[in-house]
């Protein structure tokens, strides 16, 4: 009755179903990925769920061919002019993942080599690169590693939304009171100059050709046509040498700006939720390995990481003065976490941010401006590309 593919589907589901219902009670504060991946975890550790559910419930093999999918997905949805207006933003994140994955020359005496170099991408990353390096150490027979980079994945946004949302609200203050000293006359020039600016093209864009042709585009069409870039992505892999996730990447981005696609094509063809499902399986067996004698090293080398992680972060863009490429202290910190974050985590901030500071909808709506462009570029530029060209590179520096 209960041993069979159907049951052990049901409770992997299960476990995911309720991390969302507590993260939506508890409105992002405790994190769905985190309550999922403990779930598993203690159910592993006490022997409540086989350690090959995820093979039991089929999902094995979809884990598989899953990656390129998502990751030309999250190709698609990068805006390269957006990406360019806030060059200044893209510079400091990039040079902030830089710092951390130097910083983890100073934690492989601490951790281990190994252990450093699968947490480092995941730090800097999300899922994707959480798959990558997980399913590259469980390859290679090293399981603590493995478990170690998921857990990270599952704790990095109780360690970045407080540093996040806590130099977003100091940002949020000097601009408010900039802009009540003003009467509001800074907003007002923002918006005029904005508005100028979009004047000088008077010509009304063009619908590009997705637009033109979206009623083509139904679930087969686009799910086909991921199909097919994620094929060559692998191709691509496998004559260069270089990981097709990297390729992946390249070619959603590049084909996406010729306005070909939709944006996050699987989100359009109605797949984001199951492909998240089949992402997800692949990081599960990597908890099945651990023991309860490992818990205690597993939380020393989680604190290791995240306590250098954050003073180096510290270092870099609040005392010394690389934070002048932004002008402010604040928000080169507030950009330099989004690396542990990541789309949404920081578009919620913001919004956090701009309620907690602003007293009403117009000053809201000033913080807001001030500083969504510049989180969300930092997760986007982090998390959905750069760390999965880390990944790819990373994979390759593991020893056996």
């Known amino acids: 009755m209960f041993d069979n593919v159907f049951f052990y589907l049901f409770l992997c589901l299960l476990f995911f179903g309720i991390g969302d219902v507590l993260g939506t009670l ?46 030309f997905s999250m190709g698609t949805s990068i805006n390269l002019r957006e990406f360019i207006a806030e060059w200044r933003t893209l510079v400091t994140a990039i040079f902030s993942m830089v710092v951390v994955a130097i910083a983890g020359l100073a934690m492989i005496p601490l951790i281990g080599y190994n252990e ?117 992505a692998f191709v691509l892999g496998k004559w260069t040498g270089l990981a097709s996730s990297i390729w992946a990447l390249i070619l959603g981005t590049l084909v996406s700006a010729t306005g070909m696609l ?55 863009f609040y005392v010394l003065p690389f934070w002048k490429l932004l002008g402010s202290r604040n928000l080169a910190m507030g950009v330099s976490v989004g690396q542990l974050l990541g789309f949404p985590a920081t578009y919620l901030i913001v919004n956090e941010v701009a309620k907690a500071v602003g007293e009403n909808e117009a000053e809201m709506q000033y913080i807001s401006d001030h500083l969504m462009p510049k989180y969300l570029v930092s997760g986007f530029a982090t998390v959905t590309s750069c760390s999965v060209i880390m990944a790819g590179i990373f994979q390759g520096l593991l020893q056996p």
């Open 116 to 232: 450093t170099i699968v947490s480092v991408p995941i730090i800097n990353g999300g899922i994707v690169a959480t798959q990558i390096m997980t399913s590259a150490a469980l390859e290679h027979g090293m399981n603590l590693a493995a478990a170690l980079g998921a857990i990270v994945y599952a704790v990095q946004k109780f360690v970045g939304t407080p540093i996040a949302s806590y130099y977003g609200i100091r940002e949020a203050r000097v601009l408010i009171e900039e802009y009540r000293r003003t009467g509001g006359a800074v907003a007002k020039a923002k918006t005029e100059q904005k508005a100028g600016a979009e004047k000088t093209d008077e010509a009304p864009a063009k619908p590009n050709f997705f637009e033109s042709h979206k009623k083509y585009y139904g679930v087969f069409v686009s799910l086909a046509i991921t199909a097919f870039f994620a094929w060559v």
């Open 26 to 71: 508890t409105k992002a504060k405790l994190s769905s990925v985190f309550v999922s991946l403990f779930l598993f975890l203690i159910c592993f550790v006490t022997g409540l769920i086989p350690p090959d559910i995820i093979k039991q419930a089929g999902l094995t093999e979809v884990g598989k061919w899953v990656t390129p999918f998502i990751v």
């Open 262 to 316: 939709p944006k996050n094509i699987l989100k359009h063809s109605n797949s984001s939720g199951i492909f998240n499902v089949f992402i997800f399986a692949t990081i599960i067996p990597s908890l099945a390995q651990i023991r309860l004698e490992d818990l205690s090293t597993l939380a020393y080398a989680l604190v290791v990481l995240f306590v250098v992680t954050c003073a180096v972060l510290y270092l870099f």
